[in-house]
Structures are given as structure tokens and as C-alpha cells.
T-cell receptor, first 114, second 114 residues
Framework: SQQGEEDPQALSIQEGENATMNCSYK?????LQWYRQNSGRGLVHLIL?????REKHSGRLRVTLDTSKKSSSLLITASRAADTASYFC??????????????FGQGTILTVHP | NAGVTQTPKFQVLKTGQSMTLQCAQD?????MSWYRQDPGMGLRLIHY???????DQGEVPNGYNVSRSTTEDFPLRLLSAAPSQTSVYFC?????????????FGAGSRLTVL
């Protein structure tokens, strides 16, 4: 079963605008990660936020985590046409050992128009 | 440093045929996994391995076999292909590093079963 659900499914913006994507999950987590996938390519890790963190930054990316609401958001500031891609959240469940198993959301397709 | 290499990139099979998707990593990662990606479904875990000689089932294991004789290689076998196995398959690896489990993905193998 899918852990994460992402919203919106698709987002279309102009270059220079900010893009916000949301992810909700169902079970307790150890960490939540965001990945990017360009068309026809594999996924690339963007950022990881642990369950005891509330916000994390990496360049133009800002991730927030609200464990009480079981939700996360990814903000891309000052977007560029090159940011056009699909973005996925993925969770590592709390407890035990995860053995490299992540549970992925359905993804948000971001289109940035020049 | 090649990372995770998957072959073939594209394959067309007839129902009932068998084939093996190859996956190799050169990062000495302990964990390896196979995911399938279907439209609107995100990525779903098929099988995973925590080290040479150790494999286990993921969310959607039926119709697939895996083995891991070396740290580097983790092939995925389809014993009798079915149209429902038409998908894009991704191999991923990660280091055993606490619970972080950041995945490095291959470029994917697109399989069509007629």
C-alpha cells in the first residue's frame, strides 16, 4: 500500500515563481525524503528530514515536516525551467531496521514555463 | 564511478517468456532493492537484499525472483511474463548507515509484455 499521497498531482508555474508540493503519510516514520525524477530517468535524492526535525534547507529547497499531521511540504524557490520534473516523497518507517526499504508517494509533476 | 547500472534499458516480451533484468552497483552498498513504477502508482517495492546471500520480499513480489550472490549484483528474474508486469523497473542501492537509507537509483528498464 502507498504510504505517501502527494498533492497536487500536477503543478504548472512560470519561471521565477515558487513551487510548493505536499506529502501526507500514514505511519510513524524515522525520516522522510524527497526525490526528483526527470523524464525517462531514474530518481535522484534531494533532501532528507528526520522525524525530530521540523524544517530543513538545501539551496533553493525548503522542506518542512509536521509529524502530528503526518505531512511534509517541499518548497522550491525561484523556480527554473530546469526544475521541470516529477517529485516524490518517500518515508522510512520508524522502529526496527529499514534495510533500504522506502515507501513512495505517487509524485507531483512540476512544469516550469520559461 | 558508474553508480547503479541497469540492463537492458528497453525490452519487449511475449506472454509466458522469461527474462532477467540485470543490476550492478560499484559503491559497495550493502542494501539493494527493486522497484516498479506504474502511472499514478508511484514506486512499489518488489524485492530487496541486505547483503550477499540474503533477500526478502517487498510489497509486490509475485511473479519475480531475485538472488544476490555478490555484493555488486542483484538480478531480477521474470519467470513467466504477464501483461500486468509491463512497467518501468528501477534498481536501487543504499549504504547501511543507521536508518537514513538514502537510495541511489539506476536509470531504469522499461519492459513491455505483449
Amino acid at each position: 500500500s502507498q504510504q505517501g499521497e502527494e498533492d497536487p498531482q500536477a503543478l504548472s508555474i512560470q519561471e521565477g515563481e515558487n513551487a510548493t508540493m505536499n506529502c501526507s503519510y500514514k505511519t510513524s516514520i524515522n525520516n522522510l525524503q524527497w526525490y526528483r525524477q526527470n523524464s525517462g530517468r531514474g530518481l535522484v535524492h534531494l533532501i532528507l528530514i528526520r522525524s525530530n526535525e521540523r524544517e530543513k534547507h538545501s539551496g533553493r529547497l525548503r522542506v518542512t515536516l509536521d509529524t502530528s499531521k503526518k505531512s511534509s511540504s517541499l518548497l522550491i524557490t525561484a523556480s527554473r525551467a530546469a526544475d521541470t520534473a516529477s517529485y516524490f516523497c518517500a518515508t522510512v518507517n520508524a522502529g526496527g531496521t529499514s534495510y533500504g526499504k522506502l515507501t513512495f508517494g505517487q509524485g507531483t509533476i512540476l512544469t516550469v514555463h520559461p | 564511478n558508474a553508480g547503479v547500472t541497469q540492463t537492458p534499458k528497453f525490452q519487449v516480451l511475449k506472454t509466458g517468456q522469461s527474462m532477467t533484468l540485470q543490476c550492478a552497483q560499484d559503491m559497495n552498498h550493502e542494501y539493494m532493492s527493486w522497484y516498479r513504477q506504474d502511472p499514478g502508482m508511484g514506486l512499489r517495492l518488489i524485492h530487496y537484499s541486505v547483503g550477499a546471500g540474503i533477500t526478502d520480499q517487498g510489497e509486490v513480489p509475485n511473479g519475480y525472483n531475485v538472488s544476490r550472490s555478490t555484493t555488486e549484483d542483484f538480478p531480477l528474474r521474470l519467470l513467466s511474463a504477464a501483461p500486468s508486469q509491463t512497467s518501468v523497473y528501477f534498481c536501487a542501492s543504499s549504504r547501511r548507515q543507521g536508518m537514513a537509507n538514502v537510495l541511489t537509483f539506476g536509470a531504469g528498464s522499461r519492459l513491455t509484455v505483449l
